[in-house]
Each structure stands twice: as C-alpha cells, then as structure tokens.
C-alpha cells in the first residue's frame, strides 16, 4: 500500500475525473510503477474526503483505459503495461476512452453487506420457471420463417399483447402500428432524440433533479439540454415555457429521483403547453408498475396521443438484462422509429420477444407483478417505518410508488460526509447533489436517494440505524 497524493480542487468539481488525471500524473512520471498496490476505494475516499462512488468512478474509467488492474483477492494494482513517459512506445491513434459515469450512477462493489443503491430491482426474484414456460412456449410454435431479421419495430405478437396490456393497465392509446420495441427506454430516448434534431429540435428539456445517466447519454446525442424545476407538483409548466423548448422529457408517473407524482392541475398544463408550441412530450413511464398508496394514475400519451411518446421496458419488472422496452408513439413517427431501427441495428432479439409476448399473454407477467408489489410494499414499509425512528429529523418523501425513497437530511448536514461515513459502516447509498443541476444544486437540501428493493426487512431496518448514526457522526464530529 502507499500513500497518495493527489491534489483536489474542490471548487471545480469533477471529482473522479480530477482523481483519474492525478494518477495518470503519476503513472507517466514514474512516481507510480507497475504493480504498485492502490488503496481501496472505501480507504482512499476516506482518506481524500468524498464519497466513495467517487473513488470507484476514477478506478474504473483508469481500468477501463488499462492503467489499473483489478484481481479479487488483491485489490486493485498499477497495471504491468502501465509505464512512465519517457518509458513509453511511440505514440499511436487511439480510440477515445469510455466517458467517465458520474459517481451516483456507479453500483457498489458485490458483497456490500446494507446496498441501498437506487433503481435496482429485486434480480433474485426474477421468475426464472415461468420464463423458462413461456420461452418454450414460444419455440413449440415458432414458425421457422421467424427465425429471419425481425420486423424492425418489434415482431406483431409482442407488439399486440403489449399494445393490450397497455390499454388495460396504463389507459394508453395503443396498437400494434404505434407500438415499437426498443432496447429499453434509454435506446428509445437515443433514438427519439436523433429524430428530433433530423426535425430541427436544437433543446429537449429535462426534469431538475434528473437521472445523472441519462443526461451524458443525450447530450451525446447532440442535443442541448435545459432543466426544469420540479416543485411538489412535478415539472413546473411556466418555467418549461420560458426555456423555448418544444420537446421535453418527464416522469410523471413517479418522478426520479423526487417521487413527485405529476398532479392533474399540471397534466393538462403540460398537455395545453405541447399543443400551443407544436411540441412533443417523452413520458418515461418511470416505476409505474408498483404503486402502494394512490390509486393507479393514467400516462399522459392517453390523454393527447398525438403529442406524447410513451416509454417502458421491462428492466424494474423483470430484470434489465433483457433490454427489453417499447416506444407508444404517434403513427408517423412509429414509423420512423421503426425504420430508424432498420437502418441502425436491424432489431431486436427474436426469441425474447416471442418469450415475453406469451408471458403477457398467458397472465405470468401480471402475476408477478401482483407478487412483487407485496414484497416491495412490505419493504418500504419498514425502511420507512425504520427512518422515522433513526432519522426523525429527515423528511421522507416519493413513499407511494416505485422502489426507492427521497430522503432530505437536517439542514447542516454534509451529504457527502454522511455517505461515507455510511460506507464505512457498510452502507451503499447515493447522494442526490450530482442529480441537480448546477444551478440548483447549492441550494438543494442534502438528500440521499435509497433503494429498497434488494434488501430484506430485517435489513433495511439494520441499514437505517446505521444511516441514523452516520448522520449523528456527521453533525456532531
């Protein structure tokens, strides 16, 4: 092990990025050699001060460009080809290294004993018999022309059910012509984007806080990104006006990472500003499978079908390793996805398509549906049950739906001293500061944003005392 120096300009933000330019320093002039063993990522953040999601993204850009190496059982090392300047070939063309994910968005490491990070699903209660039921299913009577390319949009059985289900479940306005298959919502955003620019579209606005991952993701797309605040109401409608944007993106259903559900009062203002400017709303129909304490809210694309898109997948309800998700859009530009998807990558996998058009068909997917609700409403109710007691100087908010929780911390709080004082005591959680804006984040309270949908309830009650004294650990140090 060695001691590091690695010096922070914290004003200048870019944590992980500035760590990963100082090793590189390092590694070019020699002062670190091949095989020299780092700290671990928990040890050096505590030891530079920031959390350690920060830490993992610098290891992991630096392993990915092949400056670390990473082995179980012995940490992470300098890499053998890793070498100083003066010591190096001559220099070649190179593809660009993997762009750096912001630290919220980095899962912790496995074996995390209390992992609370958002956005995870239950993956243990995947329904691995009946997939496997239905995947047989679907080859007993799969002709064998549909082995071929796919239709570009999704095959019409998957297209069909999902088409009905979303009628039934989620008051959509759907067909098998409006309905196309994309490889989850992000390929549905990426796409939806490009076709937006092709249409003259120079700005999408998004929500204000928003998912970090999504937001390198469409701006690589090329397109300008201007954020909205969300107030207890959702998306504030007067203030999208102002930005002279005509395409935005929301998560009505259960916004991310606030839990704000959008109210109807600002429904038919989001409806009424799309129609006005000749604009198009992307609806991600964010967690809107689990839902504990409201009645079922309807998606926007049901109310005005012609100016909204509706995205989903199954990557919460399922699992996301299927990459499977679908784009409700208007006729025209169901069209255009579809053949956006035949000029790029020529479709989806056949098999999981026809696999999940039985699960529909035959009631599978509504049954787990039903099983996993139970599960994860007994699980929020005890983290949150469990942060009333801890923590009763947080404020606990997004409590009706999805799998994660908003938790404001007492004022004075340092969100990301608490995060790692968490870690330490072997609790993985994201911050909610990098979900901001850059212009809002100074004046967001601190917050932590906490999956619960991996943990058992004796866990998650574990898990908040822990959060609890961390937070006292934080303010009274």
């Known amino acids: 092990m060695t001691d590091l120096h690695l010096p922070l300009d914290r004003g200048a933000g870019r944590l992980a990025a500035q760590i990963a330019a100082g090793f590189r320093a390092a590694v070019r002039s020699g002062r670190l050699s091949a095989g020299t063993r780092l700290p671990s990522s928990r040890d050096l953040a505590r030891d530079l001060e920031v959390s350690r999601g920060v830490v993992v993204a610098a290891y992991e850009q630096l392993t990915a460009e092949g400056f670390l190496i990473a082995r179980r059982g012995d940490g992470t090392r300098i890499a053998p080809l890793a070498r100083p300047d003066d010591a190096a070939p001559e220099p070649r063309t190179a593809e660009p290294a993997p762009a750096v994910l912001p630290s919220c968005d980095i899962p912790p490491d496995p074996g995390v004993p209390y992992d609370l990070w958002p956005s995870q699903p239950d993956l243990s209660a995947f329904p691995r018999e009946r997939w496997i039921a239905a995947t047989r299913a679907a080859l007993r009577t799969l002709p064998s022309d549909e082995l071929t390319y796919p239709d570009p949009g999704g095959v019409r059985p998957l297209r069909t059910e999902l088409a009905g289900y979303l009628g039934r479940v989620r008051a959509a306005v759907a067909d098998p012509g409006r309905v196309v298959i994309m490889n989850g919502v992000a390929h549905g955003l990426s796409a939806l984007v490009r076709l937006l620019l092709a249409d003259g579209h120079r700005v999408l606005a998004v929500e204000d806080p928003t998912s970090v991952r999504q937001v390198p993701m469409l701006e690589t797309a090329g397109i300008r990104l201007v954020h909205v605040p969300v107030d207890r109401d959702g998306v ?121 058009a039985e699960f529909l068909r035959n009631g599978g997917y ?43 911390l007492p004022s004075g709080c340092d969100e990301d001293a608490v995060l790692a004082c968490a870690a330490r005591a072997g609790v993985s959680a994201a911050g909610a500061r990098e979900m901001w804006s850059a212009g809002r984040a100074a004046a967001a309270p601190p917050a932590l944003v906490l999956g619960y949908a991996r943990l058992a309830e004796n866990h998650l009650v574990k898990a908040a005392e822990l959060l609890g004294k961390a937070v006292t650990e934080e303010t009274e140090g």
Do not use: N
């Not at 049954?367 to 929020?380: D, F």
């Not at 005890?382 to 938790?407: D, F, M, N, Q």
């Open 366 to 408: 509504d049954r787990h549906l039903r099983t996993m609700r139970r599960r994860y409403r007994a699980r929020r109710d005890a983290l949150a049950e469990a942060l009333a007691a801890y923590l009763p100087h947080a404020t606990v908010r997004g409590v009706s739906a999805g799998i994660h929780l908003y938790v404001e």
């Open 236 to 356: 504030d409608v007067a203030a999208l006006a102002r930005t002279g944007a005509r395409a935005v993106l929301v998560t009505p259903a259960h916004q991310y990472p606030t839990g704000v559900v959008l109210s109807p009062a600002r429904r038919a203002q989001l409806i009424a500003w799309a129609r006005d400017v000749d604009g198009l709303i992307l609806e991600d129909d964010y967690d809107a499978e689990f839902r504990y304490d409201r009645e079922p809210v309807g998606c926007l694309q049901g109310v005005d079908p012609d100016r909204v898109v509706l995205l989903g997948s199954v990557s919460k309800s399922l699992a996301p390793a299927l990459r499977l998700g679908w784009a409700v859009a208007p006729p025209a530009l169901a069209t255009r996805l579809r053949e956006h998807r035949g000029h790029t990558d020529l479709g989806a996998p056949v098999l999981e398509q026809y696999a999940l």
